[in-house]
């Protein structure tokens, strides 16, 4: 039987207006999607937006961008993929965490798309409804709650990506770091199911396919299965 691994210490929570909430969730989606030349322009008025935010959550913005600041553009984008397309708890796809590669998952997705309709919004077609960064944008562009409810809901996948990252110490973790300490404090239920996860992985039924096709943990980027 494998060791039980421990877990990171909690990110306390901190007290966001909801324009602060929409600021710091919008700079997240953007510092955390696949870093092309269009996201990479507009780091700069990232950095730029979260002096507003408590120093706390600006702090792990600044420790981000400051540790990516020398490099390339190749070498942001092969960092990226060697961290979140390559490996199964750095998925960026939250219902990944709970429902893996099942069959379950393809609900999950659904229930995704039905949130975003009920807050008025439709789904991009370039990525799964579950992208982190898909949620965050969401979050950031909507006055509704259903956003955040959906954060909280997967805060598990969350917490077990924020572990995944802790490990392997890198600069990535600050930014899930700032989401976490934007969200609801994580409940003793959540967290049991954020070791287990963390210690077993997500389920791994591989019959899993549905009328939305295979659900791998990593987005369709040429570089993945190259």
């Not at 909690?10 to 030349?37: E, F, G, K, W």
């Not at 780091?43 to 706390?56: F, I, K, Q």
């Not at 959540?190 to 019959?207: A, F, H, I, Q």
Request: include cysteine; proline fraction near 8%; charge should be negative.
């Amino acid at each position: 039987m494998s060791p039980v691994k421990p877990l990171p210490q909690p990110v306390a929570p901190v007290a966001l207006t909801p324009d602060q909430r929409r600021i710091a969730h919008m700079a997240a989606s953007i510092l955390l999607d696949y870093p092309d030349a269009q996201r990479r322009a507009a780091w700069p008025a990232v950095a730029d937006a979260v002096t507003s935010l408590p120093l706390v959550i600006e702090e792990r913005f600044r420790r981000f961008l400051n540790a990516m600041a020398d490099a390339d553009a190749e070498a942001l984008e092969q960092n990226f993929v060697a961290t979140f397309d390559l490996k199964r708890k750095c998925a960026m796809y939250l219902t990944y965490y709970a429902a893996g590669d099942t069959r379950k998952r393809g609900m999950a997705l659904v229930r995704f798309i039905e949130a975003y309709r009920a807050a008025g919004c439709e789904p991009s077609d370039e990525e799964l409804p579950d992208y982190l960064p898909a949620v965050l944008e969401f979050s950031a562009a909507s006055a509704s709650p259903v956003a955040i409810d959906l954060l909280a809901a997967h805060r598990d996948g969350i917490e077990v990506l924020r572990a995944a990252l802790t490990a392997m110490q890198s600069p990535y973790l600050h930014l899930i770091e700032a989401v976490a300490a934007s969200l609801p404090e994580i409940d003793d239920a959540t967290r049991e199911r954020y070791l287990s996860l963390v210690n077993d992985g997500p389920p791994t039924e591989l019959v899993g396919l549905t009328f939305l096709g295979d659900l791998k943990p990593y987005s369709a980027r040429e570089e993945v299965g190259a």
